[in-house]
């Protein structure tokens, strides 16, 4: 009784050992394949936050170009109510919703 104790003592620490072995290979495999995933998602977000700050500064770009388009049509039109002022044209101003109709 004693040899087969033994037997299957021995036979269950090899057992143990291959499981341990393969489980640490499976655990190694596992770490390196989140290893790959992270190194992805580090580059994803990298190229992510790149593309925000390049769209950022182009609709900055773009509000500041539609800003100042905007200040030279008032511009303008002060200009036009000026002049209408010195030379005696009273302009005609006509108020609805959505709209400012001046008439010279």
């Known amino acids: 009784g004693k040899e087969k104790i033994a037997e ?6 090899e ?3 291959s499981q ?3 489980m640490k290979e499976i655990i190694s495999d596992y770490h390196q394949q ?4 992270l190194q992805d998602f580090s580059d994803q977000l990298s190229d ?11 609709l900055i770009d773009l509000s500041t ?8 049509y008032i511009t303008e039109l002060l200009k036009e109510l000026q ?16 709209e400012f109709t ?3």
């Open 20 to 22: 341990a072995t393969a």
């Open 8 to 13: 299957l003592s021995t036979s269950a620490q």
């Open 83 to 98: 002049s209408a002022t010195v030379n005696n044209m009273i302009p005609s101003t006509k108020v609805s919703p959505g």
């Open 65 to 72: 170009q539609t800003y100042h388009m905007f200040l030279r």
């Open 15 to 17: 057992i143990i050992k």
């Open 102 to 104: 001046i008439t010279f």
């Open 34 to 37: 989140f290893r790959y995933k």
């Open 48 to 58: 992510y936050y790149e593309k925000f700050i390049t769209e950022s500064k182009r």
